[in-house]
C-alpha cells in the first residue's frame, strides 16, 4: 500500500505521531532493525509508527508487557548483533523498571537506545499523574542522554517531525550507542516529552513503502577518534571509561609489546577470539574464562584455578595482558591485583580494568615476530594436562558385551545400563550441554552455581558464549536468551539459543517466559538445574558462619515451585530429565520453538 494511502487529515495528524515517526524512520534508515516496546498510552505514537514499520517489513516488532522484560530483551539483541536495539515504553515507574538492562549494558558495553516518553514539563513536579523526573534517570550509566523538547516546540508544521533536529538526534544517539575509540559502546537515553493529542495518522514520508533500509552502520559507529557533539536541547554525553565523566577519555592506541618477561594472556567475559590470537603468536599461555568466547586453541590453560594456586607458576608471572572482564574466579582476582605485575588491559566494550592501580589500558596488542619460549609456555601445558577434567564416560567393553560367557557378557550389559541410568549431576549436566553446541548456536550462562561449575570442569570449544558478566547479577536471564535467540536467527538462519541457568533466576526473570502470539517463536533451550534453591550459597565463607536456619531462610531460599506447570503456563513445551542419556538426547534433537528443560539436582 502506498504512503499517499496513509496520508493523515488534518484532523487526525498529531505532532507527537510526526515527532515519532521521524525518529523512528532516522533511527531504521541508521540501520536499527529491533524495536522492544512495552505498552503505555504517553508512548502510543511511538508504539504505533512501531507496528507501521514493522508492517512494512522495516523491522522486527517484539512486544513485552514487563518493561524490566524488555530491557533485557534489547540487551539481548544488542548483545549479539553489536547494534542497538530501540526500547519504547511510557512514562513514570515504567522507566525506572529499564534500570537493571541499564546497569548492565554499561558495564559490559552492550549498544541500547532508551526511547522513554514523558509528560511535557509543564506537568513535571506539580502532582501530574504518571509524571515524575525521568530527565538524568540513568545519566551515571548512558554514553548520551537527552531531554527533547517537545514536538510543537520544534516546529508545528505538518512537516515539523521533518525537522534537522529530529534527524541530528537519532544521528547522535546511534553513534554514542555504538561507541568509538574514545568510549565504549553502551546504553542512550532519548526522553521524549508529548503533549496532547497523543497520537494520530502516521505522516506519508514516514519511510517509502518500496524504499530498502539503509545497510547497518559498522557495530564501533564512528571513525576511529572521532567525537560527536550534541547538537539538540538537554543533550549530555558520558564517558564510557568512568562512570560520570562529562568528557570521555582519550583515544587509546595500539601498543607492540616486547618479548621477554613471563607472560600470560587472561580471556575475561566478551574477550572473544582477540585474546588466543595474541596467545597464539607469542607463544604465550591463555587463561580464558568459559563466558570469554576464546576457551580454545592450543595454549589453552586447562583446570586455569588450580594452576594459578602453584606458586611456581603464579608468582613467576611478570606480566599480563587482560582481555574482557574477568569475573569467576579470586585467583586471577589476586594476580590481576599484585602491584609487582605489568598489567595491559585492552579496553573492551565495558569498563577499563585497573585492579592493581597501575594497570595500563590499551586500544590492542601485537607482538613482534620471535621465537616462542618453550620453557614457560611448556610448563604451563603440563600443569595444564594435570588438571584438564575429562568427563566422557567409559568406553563400552566391547570384550564383554559379545563374550560368549554369560557372566562376562552380563557384566558388561549392567556396566552400560548403569552408564545410561547413572543421575545428572552439575559436572555432567553443564558437559551435555557444552558438547551439544557448536559455531551456529548460541550459549548464554545465568549468574549461578553452575556458571562456575563450567568454568572448573570445562574444556575447549570455539563456542559463540554469552553471559551478563558486567555486574553479574541474575536479573534477566530468560528475556536476555530471549534476545539472543531472535536476533541470532534473523534470516531464517540455523543454530539453537540455549540458556544454562539455575532455578533461582529463572525464577526471578519468569515473566520472560511470555511471548505473544502474534511473534515468531524463537528456538530456544532453558535448561534449568534445579537443586530447590541458591546453592551458590553453600560454597561462600558464609556457610560456615551463619546459623543453618538463618541461612536457609535469606540465602539459600528453599522454593517448592513447580516448573512444568509455569511452562505450561506460557506455552513452552517441557521435558523434566534425570540422566545423561536422556539430557543428550533431548539438546541433540531437532529444536521447534521453546523448550523448557529441568534437570533436577542434589544441594
Not at 514539563?121 to 537527552?146: C, D, K, Y
Not at 539455575?502 to 511473534?519: I, K, Q, W
Not at 541458591?534 to 565463607?541: P, Y
Amino acid at each position: 500500500m502506498s504512503g499517499a494511502e496513509h496520508a493523515p487529515t488534518p484532523a487526525d495528524r498529531a505532532p507527537a505521531t510526526d515527532a515519532a515517526a521521524a525518529l523512528l524512520g532516522a533511527l531504521v534508515a541508521g540501520g536499527v532493525r529491533h524495536v522492544v516496546l512495552s505498552p503505555g498510552s504517553r508512548s502510543q505514537a511511538l508504539a504505533l509508527v512501531a507496528a507501521e514499520l514493522e508492517r512494512r517489513g522495516l523491522i522486527r516488532l517484539h512486544v513485552r508487557i514487563d518493561e524490566r522484560v524488555a530491557g533485557f530483551t534489547a540487551l539481548g539483541i544488542g548483545r549479539d548483533t553489536r547494534m542497538p536495539a530501540a526500547v519504547v515504553c511510557t512514562s513514570g515507574t515504567a522507566v525506572a523498571n529499564l534500570m537493571p538492562a541499564v546497569l548492565e549494558a554499561h558495564h559490559s558495553g552492550v549498544p541500547m537506545l532508551l526511547l522513554t516518553a514523558d509528560r511535557p514539563p509543564e506537568l513535571r513536579g506539580i502532582g501530574a499523574n504518571q509524571a515524575t523526573h525521568q530527565p538524568g534517570m540513568f545519566s551515571r550509566f548512558v554514553r548520551l542522554e537527552v531531554d527533547a523538547v517537545t514536538p510543537q516546540d520544534i516546529d508545528d508544521a505538518p512537516t515539523g517531525a521533518q525537522s534537522a533536529e529530529i534527524a541530528v538526534l537519532a544521528a547522535d544517539a546511534l553513534t554514542a550507542a555504538l561507541g568509538d575509540r574514545s568510549r565504549p559502546a553502551g546504553p542512550v537515553h532519548l526522553n521524549l516529552p508529548y503533549r496532547n493529542p497523543l497520537s494520530g495518522g502516521v505522516p506519508p514520508w514516514l519511510i517509502d513503502a518500496d524504499a530498502e533500509p539503509a545497510p547497518a552502520p559498522a557495530a564501533r559507529g564512528a571513525e576511529p577518534g572521532e567525537t560527536v557533539d550534541a547538537t539538540v536541547s538537554g543533550a549530555h554525553y558520558q564517558g564510557g571509561g568512568g562512570i560520570g565523566q562529562a568528557e570521555p577519555p582519550m583515544p587509546l592506541e595500539p601498543v607492540e609489546l616486547t618479548r621477554g618477561p613471563n607472560t600470560l594472556v587472561v580471556a575475561g567475559a566478551d574477550a572473544g577470539p582477540a585474546a588466543e590470537d595474541l596467545a597464539h603468536a607469542g607463544g604465550w599461555p591463555l587463561v580464558a574464562e568459559i563466558v570469554s568466547g576464546a576457551r580454545f586453541g592450543r595454549n589453552l590453560v586447562h583446570g586455569y584455578r588450580a594452576v594459578l594456586s602453584r606458586p611456581d607458576l603464579a608468582d613467576a608471572v611478570e606480566r599480563v595482558v587482560v582481555f574482557g572482564h574477568p569475573t569467576l574466579s579470586r585467583e586471577v582476582a589476586a594476580l590481576l591485583s599484585r602491584p609487582e605485575v605489568e598489567v595491559w588491559a585492552v579496553r573492551g566494550p565495558g569498563e577499563d580494568l585497573n585492579l592493581n592501580g597501575t594497570t595500563t589500558a590499551v586500544a590492542a596488542v601485537s607482538v613482534p615476530p620471535g621465537e616462542a619460549d618453550r620453557a614457560w609456555l611448556g610448563a604451563w601445558m603440563r600443569a595444564s594436562r594435570e588438571e584438564a577434567v575429562d568427563l566422557s564416560p567409559a568406553a563400552p567393553d566391547v570384550d564383554g558385551l559379545a563374550s560368549a560367557v554369560p557372566q562376562e557378557r552380563l557384566g558388561a550389559i549392567s556396566a552400560e545400563m548403569a552408564v545410561l541410568k547413572a543421575p545428572l549431576d552439575r559436572e555432567s549436566l553443564v558437559d551435555a550441554v557444552w558438547r551439544a553446541s557448536w559455531p551456529h548456536d548460541r550459549l548464554l550462562f545465568a549468574s549461578s552455581r553452575l556458571v562456575r561449575v563450567a568454568d572448573t570442569v570445562l574444556g575447549g570449544k570455539k563456542v559463540p558464549v554469552h553471559a551478563n558478566r558486567g555486574l553479574a547479577g541474575i536479573d534477566g536471564i530468560v528475556a536476555t536468551g530471549m534476545g539472543i535467540a531472535v536476533a541470532s536467527q534473523d534470516d531464517a538462519r540455523a543454530g539453537v539459543t540455549r540458556v544454562l541457568t539455575g532455578d533461582l533466576s529463572l525464577l526471578h526473570d519468569v515473566g520472560a517466559l511470555l511471548l505473544p502470539g502474534a511473534e515468531d517463536e524463537p528456538r530456544i533451550q532453558v535448561i534449568v538445574g534445579n537443586d530447590g534453591g541458591g546453592t551458590i550459597f553453600d560454597g561462600l565463607e558464609v556457610a560456615g558462619t551463619a546459623p543453618p536456619e538463618a541461612a536457609d531462610r535469606v540465602l539459600f531460599t528453599p522454593h517448592e515451585a513447580r516448573l512444568e506447570q509455569l511452562a505450561l503456563a506460557y506455552g513452552w513445551e517441557y521435558r523434566r530429565v534425570t540422566t545423561r542419556s536422556a539430557l543428550d538426547q533431548v539438546l541433540t534433537s531437532p529444536v521447534g520453538g521453546r523448550q523448557l528443560i529441568e534437570v533436577p539436582l542434589a544441594r
